[in-house]
């Protein structure tokens, strides 16, 4: 008889290796086919909605490692509402407007200036469905869940039409209003820009001291005064028309270098230094409210440069009096509104100096700061250039610098519903809660929304003109074009002349002849994707408004919160999110930037196609993602080490539960022996654990839970002694059916928990489990908490026992490195044990050799009776020896009692037991 075929070792088809690039498309074909989507809403129909709404990725290139952190954090928490009481739809979307779409195509060879505007976007359309196809392609081998065959789409009929009725609304309530104000202003996309689409990067600008002479000083500055003003931006000298001065600070007339000159007198020694004034004096001191209205020459034409009082001047950097050009500045075009100064704006659309700056006309602004600097100093007007490297505003697309200029464009008054926005901010709540300062902080100090744009790719402004040049949008209008777009898609703005957009027999007072145009400007993209809380959650009737959950990059609490914020507040009064979650940037292993030209970049389908994607899952269940995050080759490959340990549990379990038929073989828990129960009790705590930390989206804690419960309490205690049990007892004894009782339990438990993180894995093991009846593990529910009487003794108890047993263990690894023994099996283990440790061990029925894995096994005396050749640790003093005997050649414990059936004579007397009742057919 060979004794092998006597033991009952693991049976699984479950393979060791995940080979995950290879099986994770059979998983998803899988899901696929049966439409894993559709069956779980029709399971969870009826529950408590939670509505987790997807902002829209701009539709252009392949997804990049911070679309697959985004996505899957999403797709965790979609899959956990739903497996846990929540009906929990999603609906993926996508940004489809914009310049980078223009670009790619005129990148591409399409020249646009050959083709009318309704082809060129036609021609954008295709473009943007094609990279939708690309990338929802590359979402769903992320193993991401949702309805992908109908996703919302910003370039859709249906979705421009709620967009229009957004802007209508925002209309009807006096929120949108046509103005020349200065906005930021991108000559390399010559269009204009909202603040979302700002960054700031370092740029080396011309600095100058201008001195400004006074031409008529009413009595309080003499005209032979120079007023020293400070600049980064020479090229707007030609538009300047007053200088601004603060009402409260002192301001001082020096003499210096044979003249007088007037700066605040707080940054007179900063002004002195930079200039480089030898002995300045000061002769007299007058208050900044005492210059008002006090008329200076400008260096270069023959106009007049106001003073004026203004609160917004400080003692930060420069003169105290402030350069001022209502038509390149914020706080220059309120001042001189409030003064009556025109607004003077000399840079056409592609930043070019227009014939209003005589002298400079043709050149290219940054070009004509030097012409400028140059005429000042002929001028005798230049008092200092230097250069300096400063933040400055560029065009978050094409990288280059933006200028503030005035043009007319469409504004959202955020002023007139402010306070509506910042109670919206405060009653939202926000993970991490540093998002409601941030974002009550920005809405707080956020001026009116420039939403107009010049370019084509876009949904039109739905304004008509009347023979006046005045503005109509009424309800009939809005109404009107809204259906026109639902019906025809926007492309028909551009299709059609104004009177064929407008309602059938449209009269308007202001257009006695019938004639009227219509406004050629594009809504800001962030319009676009703000205004899906309307065109997606109330268009759709599988999901409501507001969304439970927002969940974007935090760069977005300046783009896609905020404009969701202000379009939903303006329209409905309330924001359009209960909730929102902002995750990091995905950096390098060494916390970079990714960079194409730095080589650092890690591509999502590149570690798809290399570890695969349950790899790429576990990673963002493991970082902190509220933080910036790092991946790297060598991270990934510590999570898949991870990974493959959870999968050998995995294999481990199942194994070991081929001739287990829960409905026959489960052991109540009353019936468990203690050990048995300890593990249950340790399961339902991850358990508990588990879905606390999914509750609060912390998902690296369930990473960690995971990995700790697979690795200490399983692999390393309870499946390491019970293989003594499951192995070498015959098949249905107590022991044996109590420990498979476990292994059950926990694997069901674990399956069950992983699948929102690991969902291909978890899949797959699935369909392996003994005795479950649903397709996939998606169409169940978490497992419950359970709460077992006298749990808290037991586990207080038995974690004071593995913390016995880890002293036991440790003696045993040095026993082994002085080479006393051999494997654990050939150990004798004697403990000198204090009064708690020999309480302990003696409420413990278990058989302690089984628990250890050693053959012997003797509580030999107390603590003081060691002899000096035990190891003394803090539970125990404990001396190892070799166990006597014979090793039995079925369960390879060392016993003396080997030998003595005859007819089995290597076997212990249990072995021998077993195989006569049990395997006498094999001799």
């Known amino acids: 008889m060979e004794y092998k075929d006597t033991l009952l070792m693991p049976k699984t088809e479950f393979p060791m290796r995940g080979n995950l690039p290879q099986r994770e498309p059979e998983v998803q074909a899988k899901w696929e086919e049966m439409n894993i989507y559709q069956k779980v809403q029709e399971r969870t129909k009826g529950r408590p909605m939670f509505v987790l709404h997807d902002g829209p990725p701009y539709a252009n290139g392949d997804i990049h490692m911070g679309h697959a952190l985004n996505k899957i954090l999403k797709d965790m928490i979609v899959r956990y509402k739903s497996m846990s009481g929540f009906h929990s739809p999603y609906v993926p979307g996508w940004d489809t407007h914009g310049l980078p779409i223009e670009q790619a195509l005129t990148n591409k060879g399409v020249k646009r200036k050959e083709m009318t505007v309704a082809e060129f976007r036609e021609l954008c359309t295709k473009y943007a469905l094609e990279q939708i196809d690309n990338q929802r392609s590359q979402f769903k081998r992320l193993g991401v869940r949702g309805d992908w065959e109908n996703p919302y789409i910003t370039l859709k009929p249906e979705y421009e039409a709620q967009q229009i009725k957004v802007f209508g609304e925002m209309a009807k309530k006096g929120y949108i209003y046509k103005g020349l104000k200065p906005v930021y202003w991108s000559p390399s996309s010559e269009s204009a820009l909202a603040e979302a689409e700002i960054e700031y990067q370092d740029k080396r600008s011309a600095s100058i001291y201008v001195g400004f002479k006074v031409k008529d000083g009413k009595g309080v500055l003499d005209t032979d005064t120079q007023i020293v003003i400070w600049t980064t931006t020479p090229w707007t000298i030609p538009a300047n ?23 605040a007198e707080d940054l007179l020694e900063a002004v002195t230094k930079e200039i480089g004034w030898e002995d300045a004096a000061v002769v007299q001191k007058v208050k900044g409210a005492e210059l008002e209205q006090i008329v200076a020459a400008h260096p270069l034409y023959e106009r007049d440069s106001l003073v004026m009082l203004g609160e917004h001047v400080t003692t930060d950097a420069g003169t105290g009096c402030v350069h001022t050009a209502p038509g390149h500045g914020e706080d220059d075009f309120y001042i001189g509104q409030k003064y009556g100064l025109d607004v003077l704006c000399p840079v056409d659309d592609k930043g070019v100096m227009t014939s209003e700056a005589p002298g400079f006309e043709g050149l290219f602004y940054d070009t004509a700061n030097k012409a400028i600097t140059q005429a000042l100093e002929e001028a005798g007007a230049l008092l200092k250039l230097s250069f300096i490297t400063h933040s400055y505003p560029h065009d978050w697309r094409t990288k280059k610098p933006v200028i503030y200029r005035a043009t007319a464009q469409w504004f959202a008054s955020i002023k007139d519903f402010r306070n509506e926005l910042l109670e919206a901010v405060k009653e939202t709540k926000w993970v991490p809660a540093w998002g409601e300062t941030r974002l009550f902080n920005m809405v707080r100090d956020r001026g009116d929304w420039c939403i107009s744009r010049q370019r084509v790719w876009g949904v039109p402004i739905p304004v008509f003109y009347d023979e006046n040049g005045k503005e109509i949008i009424t309800d009939e209008t809005i109404e009107h074009v809204s259906n026109l777009f639902r019906e025809h898609g926007s492309n028909i703005w551009f299709e059609h002349e104004a009177k064929d957009l407008l309602p059938e027999g449209f009269t308007h007072p202001g257009s006695p002849n019938g004639t009227f145009t219509k406004e050629t400007d594009i809504m800001d993209v962030w319009f676009d994707s703000g205004s899906s809380h309307q065109a997606v959650l109330v268009e759709r009737e599988d999901l409501v408004r507001p969304a439970d959950l927002y969940l974007e990059g935090s760069d977005q609490y300046r783009g896609w919160f905020n404009s969701s914020l202000s379009t939903a507040v303006a329209v409905t009064g309330e924001a359009p999110y209960k909730g929102v979650l902002s995750h990091g940037f995905a950096l390098d292993g060494e916390g970079r930037k990714m960079s194409k030209s730095v080589g650092n970049v890690v591509v999502p389908a590149k570690v798809m196609n290399q570890l695969g994607a349950d790899i790429l899952r576990l990673w963002v269940a493991s970082v902190d993602y509220q933080s910036d995050v790092r991946v790297s080759d060598a991270i990934l490959k510590q999570v898949a080490e991870v990974y493959r340990k959870i999968r050998n549990t995995f294999r481990f379990l199942l194994g070991n539960l081929a001739d287990f038929d829960p409905a026959v073989n489960r052991v109540a828990y009353e019936d468990l022996r203690e050990v048995d129960q300890f593990m249950l009790v340790k399961l339902n705590k991850l358990i508990k654990n588990v879905r606390n930390a999914y509750e609060n989206y912390e998902f690296a804690g369930i990473y960690h839970a995971v990995n700790n419960f697979c690795t200490l309490d399983l692999s390393a205690f309870y499946l390491d002694f019970a293989k003594d049990v499951l192995y070498i007892e015959a098949v249905d004894h107590h022991e044996r059916r109590a420990i498979q009782t476990v292994l059950y339990e926990a694997l069901l438990a674990l399956t069950k928990l992983v699948s929102p993180i690991l969902s291909h894995t978890a899949d797959e093991v699935w369909k392996f489990i003994p005795a479950v009846t649903e397709e996939s593990v998606q169409l169940t529910d978490l497992p419950d908490y359970q709460e077992f009487a006298g749990a808290k003794a037991l586990e207080e108890k038995w974690t004071a026992f593995m913390k016995l047993r880890d002293d036991v263990l440790k003696a045993l690894e040095g026993a082994r490195n002085e080479k006393v023994i051999g494997k654990s099996l050939t150990a004798k283990v004697s403990l000198y044990v204090n009064d708690k440790s020999k309480a302990l061990l003696a409420s413990i029925e278990e058989n302690m050799k089984q628990l250890f894995i050693v053959s012997g096994f003797e509580v030999a005396g107390l ?29 390879w414990i060392v016993s003396t009692e080997v030998g003595q059936d005859s007819a089995h004579p290597t076997l212990c007397p249990r072995c021998a037991e077993v195989v006569k009742e049990n395997y006498s057919h094999l001799a």
């Open 241 to 263: 028309l007053g200088i601004s001065v603060h009402p409260d600070l002192t301001y001082v007339v020096v003499t210096a270098n044979g003249n007088k000159f007037l700066v």
């Open 863 to 891: 603590y003081e009776e060691a002899p000096e050749n035990a190891v003394k640790l803090e539970t125990a003093a404990i001396v190892i020896t070799k166990a006597e005997g014979e090793t039995c050649d079925r369960c």
